[in-house]
């Protein structure tokens, strides 16, 4: 259709896919025409006003701000007579364009000052109350308002910042035993590597040679762990979508800044994870590594210790949170 009919023809609309569907069945919707049943002020019966269809677009992607099925042009003379109660739903949402430097402040001010002027009086107030005086104008940014909105009458549900930080919060934990695991495993690993090491310097091997050599090992298997981890979530997630009824994407490749974060996080855990291993090795001495059997080696039992209580603790409390929510979810879902 034609995406510029609004500008030019008040009686001209564009409708969604679904709408299209919904309406038109598998008929070609361009041109057609919907009625729309519109309350009257009186309130004694309801005024027809007819919509030629000038445009189909695509169903709006479900994160989007606003969740909109039609766009038309409420025009003054052809709804003459209907209800247009000054800041009722026809003003939920109202959007302006600052000019650049210009402080949203001042201008909530004076927006303010400008409502109690120009608003008319509804003939329902007291002496005691003026709704004009009762109510303040404020602004938020569009890109904060899913996030830190505590505004009424948001045109669809928002989200919450602290639920966001508490997952990812969540996350990282879960991120940190991992870690750990991977630390340990590498580590007991080397212990059984110790005689190929000293058998390496022996041969003339630096621990130069070596640091870089185990480090690189470790980035490896991180990076196989999230090629797999990836292949994993990307089949999993259709149905976990439909578990919560959302539809949650991994977008890595249409961001290529969250792709290229993703990949540099994993190569830091790699070497975080891999640089005690890595220099626990480099530093066997042939001798005494010769001489006795790996296992008598006990300088990163410390370590692998206090990393296997670290790891318990947060497992522990994470498993405590996971109850305490399932039981007060419950409640919710169960009280009268």
Do not use: C
């Amino acid at each position: 259709g034609n995406p510029q009919a609004l500008a030019d023809d008040v009686s001209s609309i564009l409708i969604s896919e679904s709408q299209a569907r919904k309406y038109f069945g598998n008929k070609h919707a361009v041109d057609q025409i919907l009625t729309a049943n519109v309350l009257r002020s009186d309130r004694q019966e309801d005024a027809k006003t007819a919509f030629r269809v000038a445009g189909v677009f695509r169903d709006l992607p479900a994160n989007t701000h606003m969740p909109f099925n039609m766009f038309a042009r409420l025009d003054a003379a052809r709804f003459a007579g209907i209800d247009e109660e000054f800041g009722s739903a026809w003003m939920n949402a109202a959007y302006v364009r600052l000019r650049e430097g210009v402080d949203p402040g001042n201008i909530e001010a004076r927006m303010s000052e400008f409502y109690q002027n120009v608003a008319p009086p509804r003939g329902d107030e007291s002496e005691t109350f003026d709704y004009r005086t009762s109510r303040t104008l404020s602004f938020i940014n569009v890109a904060n308002v899913h996030l830190h909105s505590d505004k009424t009458l948001q045109l669809k549900p928002v989200g919450s910042f602290s639920t966001v930080l508490s997952f990812t919060v969540v996350a990282l934990l879960i991120l940190v035993i991992a870690t750990i695991n991977f630390v340990n495993l590498a580590t007991a690993r080397a212990l059984r590597r110790a005689k190929e090491v000293s058998m390496r310097k022996v041969l003339g091997a630096t621990r130069r040679q070596l640091v870089p050599q185990f480090l690189g090992e470790a980035v490896r298997t991180t990076l196989l762990a999230l090629i797999v981890a990836g292949v994993i979530a990307a089949l999993v997630l259709p149905y976990f979508n439909q578990y919560l009824g959302k539809e949650m994407a991994l977008g890595l490749l249409d961001n290529p800044l969250q792709g290229i974060s993703v990949v540099l996080m994993v190569i830091a855990i790699g070497i975080l994870g891999g640089a005690y291993p890595a220099f626990f090795l480099s530093s066997f001495r042939p001798a005494r590594v010769m001489g006795a059997s790996a296992g008598s080696n006990k300088g990163s039992l410390g370590v692998r210790k206090a990393l296997v209580v670290i790891q318990f603790a947060i497992s522990i409390a994470l498993i405590v949170a996971t109850i305490i929510i399932q039981a007060q979810t419950h409640l919710l879902r169960g009280i009268d």
